[in-house]
């Protein structure tokens, strides 16, 4: 079945250095979404991108979909300790079912 | 916005017990439901899609019997874990597709641990 590959699984930062995660996938992908997990809460949707080549802008997060719809990025620039939290992508496929991917934990170092 | 309500938050319960989860729609109605599982530090593993009126769809590896799915109207859906073990201990997270399309939107989670 579908699977999107999302990394790093971590990735320390000095608060405000910036943060990136990617996700890809072999295949072609109709849309891709973006998730914030707080530390013991629920997924919180950040964005949809369905667009070859789109590029959205949420304040300090830029949210990128590739020319060829396998693959996508979240960049966070100058990170905050309210940033927080892991990351991830999921797929909504045809039935509405999310594949996710793995998740990126943000850690901001003392 | 849309808004899921998911209760209980958290529950402990004795190996050998039955634990209901309610999931439900404030604000719309909810034709899929949707219940995950995330262990620590894992992501989300869908367990099974849930339409209003018919039997749930279970992922493979999830037994239907041990995790009783009902989703008896457009605005409630709930999870049953029977007969709860320590190893069923986990985040159980609902979302609801509306009818009227969209994205879906979470619930807040419940947090089962079982002793």
Redesign the interface.
Known sequence: GQQVMQIPQYQHVQEGEDFTTYCNSSTTLSNI?WYKQRPG?????LI?LVKSGEVKKQKRLTFQFGEAKKNSSLHITATQTTDVGTY?CAV?TF????I????T?LIIKP | GAVVSQHPSWVICKSGTSVKIECRSLDFQAT?M?WYRQFP????M?MA?SNEGSKATYEQGVEKDKFLINHASLTLSTLTVTSAHPEDSSFY?C?A?ATAGG???????TRLTVV
């Open positions: 979404q809460g629920h997924p919180v949707f949809q991830f909504q039935n509405y079912q999310l996710w991917g793995a998740g934990k | 899929t949707f530090k894992q992501s989300l869908l899609t997270i979302s597709r994205v879906n939107t979470f619930g807040s989670g």
